[in-house]
């Protein structure tokens, strides 16, 4: 937004888009945050769906070594490697200022402390902040017609190296392009047509009330589209996971 | 300010500083809670507990069925039912009805039963799949007639936590119709042990599981929840979980 010429401001962007665009970076944030929180529950992946310890991708945990059991050391379990983080992951801040047995820390998670009910109702609730702001992005745009400027088309494809060679100064000119060069509509696109909507839908997917809806549907957002909500995948029931002859206590819910 | 620099530091002022835990509390607990727990009606009504749950098959059953919720009841009532083989236990139905109804197991047993192989979904995250098979609860109400002031159906529960609490659950009538909504009577091919809600529990397989109340002995058709417990519905409803739970 740099001033004009004559010193009158300029916006680039109608006022919907602007709007939209801040709720859904609020929403994000929110709903990661939030999302943390209820990873936090049963803080585990598995590739499957439903809990299966035999598919485990991710587990997050403490675990207190027999030799010094009063200082728990905080592991990462990634396709059952363990990764020592302690004071970030698995034994880190408990939001309240002190340390204990919890997958992601207290300053990442909202709320703070160790709540899945709370966490659930911000989650739920920025779940519809993010999908009516992207809707209204998409029909205010599809209104105005700033919507085509943005959409990739068949034509743009042939462009797309060009300009990322003009991006790294291996061409003179960028390929010829509208207010959006081929990149920008190719990230848009993108975003506002695969992300997002996956990011709603895998989440709905984890719903029993959704799944009875749309089993056939939700059975694919599970098994094919992974992205955010961690592989389609469901969490376990294990309270004990035996790594290197320690055990491995999982966080729990308070 | 430029933008970039902003959207930085709003990211490290929310996420980072020390003072963030009581900022996000405040969120949580002031006026805007009520604005958060708004999602939770259109929820209800947009998703609601009109599909039908997924149907699994016997390969997928989990054969140790995980155990969770307060404990088994260790009172002399429930013990002394136990030991006698459940030959006491009566299930009640009353409340705004016009039969009330009083139900050995026996008597349950005489009713059809309907076997689903479905997934118990967790509001932790994790889920596990059974072998229910039990009394549609829509069988068991149409034989009590409910009046049509009746509005909800209360479960009573043997089970309470440290403090004496006991647990109840509630469903609207449209959810205790759902055909899926089951009386379990056995889990995976035997009667239902003390640990999974012996000798009667709900199993609502649209619903998390919290739902799914174990160790029932009474069903009460009423006009409102709000005069039970803390009046929200439930043993967790009342600790801030949603009564609708279908996602």
């Known amino acids: 937004m740099e001033p004009s010429l004559t010193g009158k401001r300029v916006y680039r962007h109608s006022i919907a888009a602007r709007l939209t665009h801040w709720l859904w970076a609020l929403a994000m944030l929110v709903l990661v945050m939030s ?53 970030l992951l698995g034994y880190t801040d408990d939001g309240a200022g002190a ?55 068949p034509s743009d494809v042939p462009k797309l190296l060009p300009m990322q060679l003009y991006y790294f100064r291996l061409r003179k000119e960028p390929p010829p ?15 506002l047509f695969v992300f997002i909507p996956l990011i709603i839908l895998t989440g709905l997917a984890l719903s029993p009330g959704v799944d009875a809806l749309a089993g056939p549907i939700t059975d694919a957002a599970h098994r094919v589209f992974s992205y955010p909500h961690g592989a389609g995948v469901r969490n376990r029931g294990l309270e004990q996971h035996p790594v290197n002859d320690h055990r491995l206590v999982c966080v729990r819910r308070t | 300010m ?4 902003f959207v930085a530091s709003s990211l490290g002022a929310l996420g980072l500083s020390g003072c963030t835990s009581r900022f996000k509390d405040s969120l949580t607990q002031g006026p805007f809670r009520s604005v958060l727990t708004s999602a939770e009606k259109l929820n209800g009504v947009v998703i609601g507990t009109r599909g039908m749950a997924r149907l699994y098959t016997d390969a997928d059953i989990d054969r140790n069925f995980r155990v969770n919720g307060l404990d088994t009841p260790s009172d002399t009532t429930y013990t002394g039912l136990q030991k006698d083989d459940w030959r006491g236990y009566r299930l009640v139905v009353d409340g705004l009805v016009d039969h009330p109804q009083r139900y050995s197991l026996a008597a349950l047993r005489a009713l059809p039963l309907q076997t689903q192989i479905t997934r118990h979904d967790c509001v932790e995250g994790w889920s596990v799949i059974g072998k229910w098979r039990g009394v549609r609860l829509a069988d068991v109400l149409s034989l009590a007639a409910p009046k049509p002031s009746a509005r909800y159906v209360v479960f009573s529960c043997f089970d309470q936590d440290q403090q004496g609490t006991h647990y109840y659950e509630s469903l609207s009538l449209g959810e205790a119709a759902h055909p899926q909504t089951v009386l379990a009577l056995d889990l995976n091919d035997a009667p239902l042990d003390p640990r999974h809600g012996a000798p009667v529990r709900l199993r609502i397989p649209t619903q998390l599981g919290y739902k799914s109340a174990k160790w029932v002995y009474r069903i009460e058709l009423a006009k409102s929840f709000a005069a039970i417990g803390n009046g929200n519905g439930g043993y967790w409803e009342d600790q801030g979980y949603e009564w609708f739970a279908g996602i």
């Open chain 1, 177 to 191: 392009h509208g207010t959006y060069n081929p990149l920008q509509k190719a990230a848009y696109t993108v975003v």
């Open chain 1, 35 to 87: 999302g943390l929180q209820i990873f936090n529950a049963a803080p585990y992946l598995d590739a499957s769906d439903k809990s299966n310890p035999a598919k485990r991708v991710l587990a997050i945990g403490a675990r207190e070594p027999a030799a010094d059991p009063q200082h728990p050391v905080g592991i990462v379990l990634l396709f059952g490697h363990p990764f020592t983080t302690t004071g």
């Open chain 1, 99 to 153: 340390k204990t047995e919890r997958a992601f820390p207290g300053w990442a998670t909202l709320p703070g402390e160790q709540d899945l009910a709370d966490g659930r109702r911000w989650h739920l609730f920025f779940g519809w902040i993010l999908t009516l702001s992207i809707v209204v992005y998409i029909v205010a745009g599809a209104i105005r017609k700033d919507l085509r400027e943005l959409i990739l088309r």
């Open chain 2, 2 to 5: 430029n933008r970039r620099l």
